[in-house]
Every structure is written in C-alpha cells, then in structure tokens.
C-alpha cells in the first residue's frame, strides 16, 4: 500500500458527461501529480500541485481541470467526456518536488461509452 | 521539454536469465532517474533511482547505470524470477522543474 488513496477505482460515464476523480496524497506529502495512463501507452503527465498551487502543466486539455484543496487532496475534473478520454488516471504524491520517489496510488480506470 | 525514449517496448527472458531496459533522455540539465514498476492492476512503484553524481547502483539483483556524456541510462535485472513480470517505466527529471517524463515502458516477461 503507497499510502496514496484514490476514489472511485472504476468509472463508467456517457460522452458528454463529466467527472470528478479523487486523490488523497500520502500523510505530509505535499506535491500531487496527475497521470492518463491509455491502453498499451506509458504514463502522460497531466497536472501537478505543490501545496495547493498548481507547479507545472503537461498536455492536459482544455477540458480537463484540476485543483489541490487546503487538506492537500486534490480532484481532477474532466468533462465533455469522449470516447478516447477511457484511460487509467493516476494520482502520485511525494514529500516535495520533482526529484524524489513519487507514490502512486492504485488509478481510477474510466470507461466512457 | 525533455523526451525521453526506452526499448525494448517488450522482453522477454528465460527464468535466471538477465534482462536489460535502456532509455535515453535529451535534455542535459536532468539529473534524477527513478525506475518504476507496474503490476498488473496496481500503480507503478519506485524500484531504484539515480542522481546525475553517481554513475551505478545497486539494490540486490537490480542495478541501474547512467552514462551523462551519452544521456542514457539502463537498467539491469540479474537472476530474474517470475515475480519480476510486470511493465517497468523509466523517467527523467530535472532539479527546479516539476515534471517527470516517463519513457513508454518495457513489458517483461519472465519465463519459468
């Protein structure tokens, strides 16, 4: 167990629809990162947070938001679903920034249909 | 931004046998290197790493070697078992920037 808490493991919504995935980041750690993880595809960096600002961007879409709360759990909100947004997300929290051990939590796997 | 490539996407090994995974990055201002471990269903979990100021690690039957000139960095599995079956991810950051980029990933399949 990474200490790192992900909810709601599975996902299955309608195009169009939106959703809000879930991260609750190890105790202390203070940095969260967001990953898509498609089928057979390595791991696409989305977001990151660092104490509640957000630090550095990958290539998220427009349709695709994300925000680290006072507690340091952060939410990942993706909307206008479409059928090429089913992936695994991840969620990783380390202690600080970039370089050091990130722990990943179990994914959230979506499903749009 | 940095790119980092890894191959093989797949290996495939006879149970004791080694296994090697390479990745090369291009931005010469990265200077850590985490290798990760994805079991099925599970999320990837740090196996070993490596700053810019070391040029080998070991931890029990894993190494993993960073060659700066060439900006490629390799990891080595020695005496493989079944349970080292799994996706392995290699990844480059640099001191100062907050985005670690991940290679596409080896599947390894260790046959007993």
């Known amino acids: 167990d990474s200490g790192v808490t992900q909810t709601p493991k599975h996902l299955i919504t309608a195009t169009g629809q939106r959703v809000t995935l879930r991260c609750s980041p190890r105790?202390?750690?203070?940095?969260v990162y967001w990953y898509q993880q498609s089928l057979d595809q390595g791991l696409q960096f989305l977001i990151q947070y660092y104490n509640g600002e957000e630090r550095a961007k990958g290539n998220i879409l427009e349709r695709f938001s994300a925000q680290q709360f006072p507690d340091l759990h952060s939410e990942l909100n993706l909307s206008s679903l479409e059928l090429g947004d089913s992936a695994l997300y991840f969620c990783?929290?380390?202690?600080?920034?970039?370089?050091?051990?990130?722990?990943f939590g179990q994914g959230t796997r979506l499903t749009v249909v | 931004g940095e790119n980092v490539e890894q191959h093989p996407s797949t290996l495939s090994v006879q149970e004791g046998d080694s296994a090697v995974i390479k990745c090369t990055y291009s931005?010469?201002?990265?200077?850590?290197f985490p290798w990760y471990k994805q079991e099925l269903g599970k999320g990837p979990q740090l196996i070993i790493d490596i700053r810019s100021n070391v040029g080998e690690k070991k931890d029990q039957r894993i190494a993993v070697t960073l060659n700066k000139t060439a900006k490629h960095f390799s990891l080595h599995i020695t005496e493989t078992q079944p349970e080292d079956s799994a996706v392995y991810f290699c990844?480059?950051?640099?001191?100062?920037?907050?985005?670690?980029?991940f290679g596409t990933g080896t599947k390894l399949q260790v046959i007993p």
């Open positions: 990783a929290s380390s202690p600080q920034g970039a370089n050091t051990e990130a722990f």
């Open positions: 990844a480059a950051s640099k001191e100062g920037y907050q985005k670690v980029t």
């Open positions: 931005d010469s201002a990265s200077n850590y």
């Open positions: 105790s202390g750690d203070l940095s």
